[in-house]
């Protein structure tokens, strides 16, 4: 009895093995056993989805939503964005809490975001002779100088750098916000503008006790 047992056993482990594993389409998946140990119940992000009015399992963020790390930038791409910015947008930091191996740090990063982004046209010393001016390939790109661009400021530096001007490109997607105004640092230390929190005169406070 218990031998007739063993072989029926035998017979309908080997059937279930040979008979369900070797399909014929490729293609198609054997029987599963569980699947829900591969397939999820749950909806995945890019499906179609019937609970709701667009059909579209992934959800957008509820409007108003600010990204983690995200800063919202409010000045619009207008002449009337151009001249609020340049009067009122501010560094957001304040450059005399920083100690002086901060400030060089941030300088440093600073040249070379420079150098990559803006050097090509600007040139290296911000005079307007970058290589692509020199080879002719751009034109009119002016010197950060203080005579030939009297009103800038940091502000309008910022702006500049989020929307472009005229041939000059924005480069908002390829610098973050902190990014940004490091490079608003350089272009006012090519300019030897003051700024309101100066990098280079508060290395010198430092270093001279007496003021
Ligand atoms: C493709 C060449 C090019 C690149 C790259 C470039 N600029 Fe410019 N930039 C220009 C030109 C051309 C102008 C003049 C725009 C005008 O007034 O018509 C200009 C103007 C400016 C001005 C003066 C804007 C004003 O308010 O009049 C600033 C400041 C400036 N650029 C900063 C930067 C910074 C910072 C970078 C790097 C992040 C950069 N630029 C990258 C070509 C370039």
Same mark, same amino acid.
């Given at each position: 009895?218990?031998?007739? &047992?063993?072989?029926?056993? /035998?017979?309908? +482990?080997?059937?279930?093995? &040979?008979?369900? %594993? ?7 998946? +054997? ?9 999820? =119940?749950? &909806?995945?992000? #890019? /499906? ?13 963020? !509820?409007?108003?939503? @600010?990204?983690?790390? #995200?800063?919202? #930038? ?10 609020? +910015? ?10 005399? %809490?920083? /100690?002086? *191996? ?7 990063? +600073?040249?070379?975001? #420079? /150098?990559? &982004?803006?050097?090509?046209? $600007? ?18 790109? =002016? %010197?950060?100088?203080? *005579?030939?661009?009297?009103? @800038? ?5 910022? $702006? ?10 924005? $480069? ?6 902190? *990014?940004?105004?490091?490079? !608003? ?8 503008? =003051?700024?309101?929190?100066? !990098?280079?005169?508060? !290395?010198?406070?430092?270093?001279? =006790?007496?003021?």
């Amino acid at each position: 009895m218990k031998k007739t &047992f063993l072989i029926l056993g /035998t017979v309908l +482990a080997l059937a279930l093995v &040979f008979g369900t %594993s070797c399909r014929r389409d490729k293609t198609q998946t +054997a029987l599963e056993y569980m699947p829900n140990m591969y397939r999820g =119940p749950a &909806f995945e992000a #890019y /499906t179609s989805n019937p609970n709701f009015e667009d059909g579209l399992s992934a959800r957008k963020p !509820v409007n108003g939503t @600010i990204a983690r790390g #995200y800063i919202p #930038y409010d000045y619009s791409n207008s002449q009337q964005g151009y001249d609020s +910015a340049l009067a009122y947008l501010k560094t957001p930091w304040d450059l005399r %809490s920083f /100690t002086s *191996e901060e400030k060089e740090l941030l300088m440093q990063d +600073a040249k070379e975001l #420079y /150098t990559i &982004f803006c050097s090509h046209c $600007h040139g290296e010393k911000g005079d307007g002779n970058g290589i692509l001016v020199e080879r002719e390939k751009i034109l009119g790109v =002016p %010197s950060y100088s203080s *005579e030939k661009l009297p009103n @800038i400021t940091e502000g309008s530096i910022y $702006h500049v750098i989020m929307y472009g001007k005229n041939i000059m490109g924005s $480069h908002a997607s390829q610098l973050s916000h902190d *990014e940004r105004w490091k490079i !608003v640092q350089y272009v006012l230390q090519l300019r030897n503008d =003051p700024s309101p929190n100066p !990098v280079t005169a508060s !290395v010198e406070e430092q270093t001279n =006790p007496e003021v």
